[in-house]
T-cell receptor, first 113, second 114 residues
Framework: NAGVTQTPKFQVLKTGQSMTLQCAQDMNHEYMSWYRQDPGMGLRLIHYSVGAGITDQGEVPNGYNVSRSTTEDFPLRLLSAAPSQTSVYFC????????????FGDGTRLSIL | AQSVTQLDSQVPVFEEAPVELRCNYSSSVSVYLFWYVQYPNQGLQLLLKYLSGSTLVESINGFEAEFNKSQTSFHLRKPSVHISDTAEYFCAVSGYTGRRALTFGSGTRLQVQP
């Protein structure tokens, strides 16, 4: 049972480049989300989705795009990378209801030079 | 709106000593409460959760947390820690209704020394 799979695990970009962080889950979860983790700040929500075709913004959405064409996949796109986007990115999924625990991927460590 | 405060950024403790990691929250709605653990270079794993019922919840590896509604706290405790408990611990809340996203505290790094 793979759970939540994120690729790549590491990436280095130059300022202005674009890229897509991939996230896939095999648990048939409706809810998926992207967080970024920065030292001393915990995890902050970037975007989330409550089902295929439905996405919404979180706390820190600027500079990021998402789409949800299937239940399984929820890619995060950096449109024009900036050094402030250097972070560790986590994808998570959960079943219906706010009482359902979220399952996290192992993260993507992204450095923007 | 919700917020979570973890009062200690780092907690050093000797092996077999007790430990308490503090968590306070604020919310205008009823919440579910969670503790997650993150080992180095890994994602977050659920440690325990409070949904309803008994205010004391336990994990399989000896941690426990108590929900205190009047003090809006959800402190994590373990009576005797092991080296393997060294990790970062995050307290999180989600509201009963609306967006299902978690609001996280800033984390507490537990460092267990021999």
């Amino acid at each position: 049972n793979a759970g939540v799979t994120q690729t790549p695990k590491f990436q280095v970009l130059k300022t202005g480049q674009s890229m897509t962080l991939q996230c896939a889950q095999d648990m048939n979860h409706e809810y998926m989300s992207w967080y970024r983790q920065d030292p001393g700040m915990g995890l902050r929500l970037i975007h989330y989705s409550v089902g295929a075709g439905i996405t919404d913004q979180g706390e820190v959405p600027n500079g990021y795009n998402v789409s949800r064409s299937t239940t399984e996949d929820f890619p995060l796109r950096l449109l024009s990378a900036a050094p402030s986007q250097t972070s560790v990115y986590f994808c998570a999924s959960s079943g219906q209801g706010a009482n359902q625990p979220q399952h996290f991927g192992d993260g993507t460590r992204l450095s923007i030079l | 709106a919700q917020s979570v405060t973890q009062l200690d950024s780092q907690v050093p403790v000797f092996e077999e000593a007790p430990v308490e990691l503090r968590c306070n929250y604020s919310s205008s709605v009823s919440v579910y409460l969670f503790w997650y653990v993150q080992y180095p270079n890994q994602g977050l794993q659920l440690l325990l959760k409070y949904l309803s019922g008994s205010t004391l919840v336990e994990s399989i590896n000896g941690f426990e947390a108590e929900f205190n509604k009047s003090q809006t706290s959800f402190h994590l405790r373990k009576p005797s820690v092991h080296i393997s408990d060294t990790a970062e611990y995050f307290c999180a809340v989600s509201g009963y209704t609306g967006r299902r996203a978690l609001t996280f505290g800033s984390g507490t790094r537990l460092q267990v020394q021999p």
